[in-house]
Structures are given as structure tokens and as C-alpha cells.
């Protein structure tokens, strides 16, 4: 037992914090239409040649919100 984790407490994993999340995608989003956070909806804007770039949409007013690039390792389009 480690003396400086407190008790009940699972360990950390291995790595920085950066290992601990991967990739987030977001459920809600504050919209400045409707001046409140909102639920979203993700869109596929554009197919790049290293991976996507996606929009994040207000599902009540359809306002964009923001927009999220997805990486992959290797090239999606076979030349």
C-alpha cells in the first residue's frame, strides 16, 4: 500500500494526464443563440487525407458551436 494515496482511492494510471482521456466528444455545448448549454450534434464537414474535421451543432437552434478534427495513423484515401 502506497502511504501518500489515500485509502479507497484506485491508483493513477501510467503516463501524463494526457494518456488518462484519449479523445472526448462532447455531449453538450454553451450556445450563444440560446444563451444556455445545450445538447449537440456532431456533423462530418470534410474528409481530409489524415482524417476528418467535424462540426458540433445546437440541436435546439442548429447554431454552430464548434468544430473537432479526428486524426487517424495512417492516410484514409488509398493512392
Known sequence: MDPRRPAGRPPRA?????????????????????RV???????????LPDGEL???LCAVCTNSLGTRRLTVGGPLLAG
Not at 501510467?14 to 440560446?34: V, Y
Not at 448549454?37 to 474528409?47: A, G, K, N
Open 14 to 34: 501510467q503516463g501524463g494526464p494526457e494518456d488518462s482521456f484519449g479523445e472526448f466528444e462532447a455531449s453538450a455545448l454553451f450556445c450563444n443563440r440560446c
Open 37 to 47: 448549454p445545450r445538447p449537440v450534434r456532431e456533423r462530418l464537414l470534410l474528409v
Open 54 to 56: 467535424r462540426e458540433y
